[in-house]
């Protein structure tokens, strides 16, 4: 089993940043790869990002990337999402995944779950 713990979500004015992280325990952190989704209301779970177990291979998707960037402190158990120039449309829970295989963790199935955390833009 893995627990994952969020935190860092809150109220932002459009333009700005946060960065949430997600405290991992269970199991060896470095053998995980580690990802975001996110979930805006009345919508289903998007992909936002996943890293590699060691951290050398990370992607994100498409309407995200150039802004928000996925880092993991494996001496911590520790992955962030760093985001920047938020948009009102990145309002959404954004929970924090966790599956051995970063492939298979981008298809959102039999990956590990946080509770999520709420990211709120203003405009």
Known sequence: ???LVESGGGLVQAGGSLRLSCAASGRTFSSLAMGWFRQAPGKGRDFVAVISGNGEIAW????????FTISRD???NTVYLQMNSLKPEATAIYSCAAHPASVQLQRGQDNYWGQGTQVTVSS
């Open 60 to 67: 994100s998707a498409a309407s995200v990337k150039g802004r």
């Open 1 to 3: 089993q893995v627990q």
């Open 74 to 76: 494996n001496a911590k």
